[in-house]
């Protein structure tokens, strides 16, 4: 019976704690603008031991209550990318400004020039291989999960960390590596 009461007196508080000015969570209720080379807090997040990226949080999970985070990547890492991985929590969506990328999705793979976006599900296998000397993107994550702090995380790395390492990092936000980087000739 208290197990009874505790889940009823939880789910009569829930709209008091969503819709008070005492929500744990931030959500900001003012418009804002960040411009172009800019990262929403004046710091730019410069990848370190895998890639020479440079991510700026253009919407910050601080924005939305944790609904969604964009990123605006400069990618200076021709044939670089990510390992293929699985988001067990997050759909992510990219949309590229310039240059070419080569993406795998599941099983398919996928040539994106500038003006192309692509969907990537939660629980989907998926990685990108940047295939020219520049490359910019924005990229999306709903929910936004630790996606902020992984990019933090690994900008720390100053040499190429360990396959047990990489292993780490990426469970400790959330994800899955499902096999290596892929490979462009």
Do not use: C
């Given at each position: 019976?208290?197990?009874?009461?505790?889940?009823?007196?939880?789910?009569?508080?829930?709209?008091?704690?969503?819709?008070?000015?005492?929500?744990?969570?931030?959500?900001?209720n003012k418009g804002f603008v960040v411009k172009a080379g800019e990262?929403?807090?004046?710091?730019?997040?410069?990848?370190?031991?895998?890639?020479?990226?440079?991510?700026?949080?253009?919407?910050?999970?601080?924005?939305?209550?944790?609904?969604?985070?964009?990123?605006?990547?400069?990618?200076?890492?021709?044939?670089?990318?990510?390992?293929?991985?699985?988001?067990?929590?997050?759909?992510?969506?990219?949309?590229?400004?310039?240059g070419d990328y080569l993406f795998q999705v599941g099983e398919e793979?996928?040539?994106?020039?500038?003006?192309?976006?692509?969907?990537?599900?939660?629980?989907?296998?998926?990685?990108?291989?940047?295939?020219?000397?520049?490359?910019?993107?924005?990229?999306?994550?709903?929910?936004?999960?630790?996606?902020?702090?992984?990019?933090?995380?690994?900008?720390?790395?100053?040499?190429?960390?360990?396959?047990?390492?990489?292993?780490?990092?990426?469970?400790?936000?959330?994800?899955?590596?499902?096999?290596?980087?892929?490979?462009?000739?």
């Amino acid at each position: 019976m208290k197990r009874r009461s505790f889940i009823i007196a939880a789910l009569a508080a829930y709209p008091f704690f969503k819709y008070s000015k005492f929500n744990f969570m931030t959500k900001t209720n003012k418009g804002f603008v960040v411009k172009a080379g800019e990262d929403r807090f004046g710091e730019h997040t410069k990848m370190g031991g895998v890639t020479s990226n440079v991510l700026d949080i253009k919407v910050s999970s601080k924005d939305t209550s944790g609904e969604l985070t964009v990123f605006e990547q400069t990618g200076f890492t021709p044939k670089g990318g990510p390992p293929l991985h699985i988001h067990l929590y997050q759909d992510e969506m990219f949309y590229v400004i310039e240059g070419d990328y080569l993406f795998q999705v599941g099983e398919e793979n996928y040539n994106l020039k500038a003006g192309d976006t692509i969907f990537l599900p939660r629980e989907v296998p998926h990685a990108f291989a940047q295939l020219t000397e520049k490359g910019r993107m924005l990229l999306s994550f709903q929910p936004s999960g630790k996606m902020e702090e992984f990019f933090k995380k690994t900008s720390l790395w100053t040499s190429p960390p360990t396959p047990e390492e990489i292993t780490k990092v990426f469970e400790e936000h959330e994800m899955k590596i499902a096999g290596p980087p892929l490979k462009v000739d």
